[in-house]
């Protein structure tokens, strides 16, 4: 009689480690992009948005700002809008992951041997790469309505600078979207946040031109500091020293730019420790 061999023992996969963890992540942040193509809306939402926001505070209010003490408006609107986008478009995250729990497809991936901060980080790196493309379409329809920055590597560290930071705030409604109980209360959680950090800052118009007790916080909240440095970095050497005070707080490009790396990091590890944390006692 033929002697049959014993099986083979399961091929051990690691289960551990950081090379684990980055290869789980762009294992669901590249199912995550595919989702996203298949909703067309979404894509079209992240394309036209910008461009309406260019436009409307171009060509309708733009006339009527002033304060900028020679600056063209639009040079000094791009960043603004810039910030105000990857927020809006950050919220993509919350949303989905408040789907996927609500659906089951994070139980389901709870039982599988994979890395806790894939689910989360998979859906931030997708949704960076969203933000990216946000980004474009934005800064080539400033462009055309006459943004000229001062230098190509001013403006390509600029637009880094967003990325981190949105990437950062992805992570805050990333803790939003495991917490709420619909995908519809996402927006309910986060809109009292993001909209007086976007338009009580200096997105818009300087913050010189605000209410004495406004100003104070306008000035040093992590949204306006973001949008000074990528503004700092834009303008470059072409601000002089009275547009420096008057519309950047006389900070240098240095000290901003340093400013909003600290805020970018604070908020990514505060946020990316709690959705861990969130995330092991989901079900419990």
């Known amino acids: 009689m033929t002697q049959l061999s014993a099986p083979l023992p399961p091929l051990a996969l690691p289960t551990g480690g950081a090379w684990w963890a980055l290869r789980d992540t762009m294992a669901m942040a590249g199912r995550n992009v ?26 309708v209010f733009g006339g009527a700002i002033s304060g900028l003490n020679g600056i063209n408006y639009v040079n000094y609107l791009i960043p603004g809008i810039a910030v105000q986008t990857v927020l809006f478009s950050a919220g993509v995250t919350g949303f989905a992951l408040s789907d996927d729990l609500q659906k089951g497809f994070v139980n389901r991936l709870r039982s599988l041997p994979m890395s806790r901060s894939a689910v989360f980080g998979g859906r931030v790196v997708a949704d960076t790469l969203n933000n990216a493309i946000g980004l474009l379409v934005l800064l080539a329809t400033g ?61 818009f118009v300087p913050v010189a031109t605000m209410p004495g007790w406004l100003q104070g916080f306008a000035t040093h909240q992590p ?11 834009i303008l470059g050497d072409t601000a002089t020293g ?19 790396l600290a805020w970018t990091v604070g908020i990514g590890l505060l946020f990316g420790l709690l959705c ?6 989901i079900g419990r």
């Open 143 to 203: 462009f055309v309505v006459g943004f000229r920055p001062a230098s190509v590597s001013g403006l390509i560290l600029a637009g880094l600078l967003l990325l981190l930071f949105a990437l950062a705030v992805s992570l805050g409604y990333a803790l939003i979207g495991l917490t709420v109980r619909s995908p519809d209360a996402v927006n309910a959680a986060t809109f009292p946040i993001i909209f007086p950090l976007t338009f009580a800052s200096s997105a």
């Open 34 to 59: 595919r989702r996203l193509m298949r909703q067309p809306e979404m894509v079209m939402f992240n394309i036209v948005s910008p461009i309406m926001f260019v436009l409307l505070f171009r060509y």
């Open 276 to 281: 861990t944390r969130k995330y092991r006692n």
């Open 242 to 260: 009275a547009q420096r005070e008057m519309l950047l707080a006389g900070s240098t490009t240095g000290s901003l730019v340093w400013q909003s």
């Open 223 to 233: 949204v306006s500091v973001v949008i000074n440095a990528a503004r700092s970095l």
